[in-house]
DNA sequence: GATCGGCCCTGCCCGC
DNA sequence: TGCGGGCAGGGCCGAT
């Protein structure tokens, strides 16, 4: 699932081979895609078509693609399954092929594939947004991420640390730090040795800056070797996996010994969702979960 | 206002 | 072999 490394590998990828592309021809199979884009199928490629991309900018697991000359973004978000690649020039189209571009300079064609449909494309107008950073108007609300220069720990570490909420779900919320999926906030809860359903307000400072610290750490260990892949759903634009999934301590471990103590990691529900703890290390559900301190 | 749970969606896997 | 159900989960939205 593409989380902050997986998209900013993406973004990265499109910083080289799209970035100044002249827009040609605009395709649309999956309407669906573009369920946020105000204007309709028709008002999307009519913007984009004629157009130059420009730079290639990222917040969280927000991409975009800033349309040169305007005050727009072609903005993108992967969901959980989406993929921005860039095929061969004649390469067969994907079975889950959404939006296809073309551009008139003879680069490849981008195209954006998504078989779980949780993805989307839109044109957006520019806004001021959170850290002082003019960001698409879907990504205002969304708060900076830990890699960003204008992050700002201290009042992370304060939101972390709000309300009544299991952390992993204050983790999650994208208007709290950005860019952190389940699968690296697990990441982060094992490192700090922290249940997921730990009351938010319960936290020390030290151990909210510490979870911090732990989610940035891991998704900048994730970025350094091409993100996590468990399957074909994550791949960069020139369809490569990452390898991060060979690191993982506890998402995806379920019966595998804990590199620390031993004991098995065991999968609980949370908010629909999975999560992967060290019963020992993190503490049971139930017997009641602790916060320790490392 | 804060929190929670349901929903969207598709492909894979497993049990019957 | 075929069918049904569970699972994966980011973000939105309505209910409480």
Redesign the pocket.
């Known amino acids: 699932?593409?989380?902050l490394p997986e998209v900013e590998v993406v973004r990265r990828g499109l910083a080289r081979w799209v970035a100044g592309g002249p827009v040609s021809r605009v395709e649309v199979r999956g309407p669906?895609a573009l369920r946020?884009h105000e204007a309709g199928e028709a008002g999307f490629v009519s913007r984009l078509t004629g157009a130059t991309l420009g730079t290639a900018q990222r917040r969280?697991?927000?991409l975009w693609l800033q349309v040169e000359s305007t005050e727009e973004a072609l903005v993108a978000?992967l969901?959980?399954?989406g993929q921005l690649v860039l095929p061969e020039a004649g390469a067969p189209a994907e079975?889950?092929l959404r939006v296809r571009i073309e551009f008139a300079d003879g680069r490849r064609p981008l195209r954006f594939v998504d078989?779980?449909?949780?993805g989307w494309m839109a044109v957006e107008p520019l806004v001021a947004g959170t850290g002082g950073r003019v960001v698409p108007r879907?990504v205002a609300a969304?708060a900076p991420d830990p890699f960003e220069s204008c992050f700002d720990l201290s009042a992370a570490t304060e939101a972390l640390r709000?309300?009544?909420?299991?952390i992993k779900?204050?983790l999650?919320d994208?208007a709290v730090v950005?860019g952190v999926?389940?699968?690296y906030?697990d990441e982060a809860l094992w490192s700090q040795r922290m249940h997921w359903a730990t009351e938010?307000?319960s936290l020390t400072s030290a151990q909210a800056e510490g979870l911090v610290g732990a989610a940035k750490d891991v998704m900048g260990r994730a970025l350094a070797v091409g993100g996590t892949s468990f399957d074909d759903l994550y791949v960069d634009v020139n369809g490569r996996s990452g390898y991060f999934a060979r690191a993982l301590e506890a998402?995806?471990r379920s019966g595998e010994p804990c590199s620390r103590c031993g004991t098995a990691i065991v999968?609980e529900?949370f908010?629909?969702?999975?999560s992967y703890v060290c019963p020992l290390c993190q503490g049971v559900e139930g017997r009641g979960p602790k916060a320790r301190a490392t």
């Not at 709000?162 to 299991?166: Q, T, V």
């Not at 908010?271 to 999975?274: E, G, I, Q, T, V």
């Open positions: 699932m593409p989380e669906r946020r969280g697991k927000f978000h969901g959980m399954s079975p889950h078989q779980r449909t949780f879907s969304i709000r309300g009544s909420r299991p779900g204050v999650l994208q950005s999926g389940n699968i906030a938010a307000r998402y995806g999968r529900r908010a629909n969702r999975s």
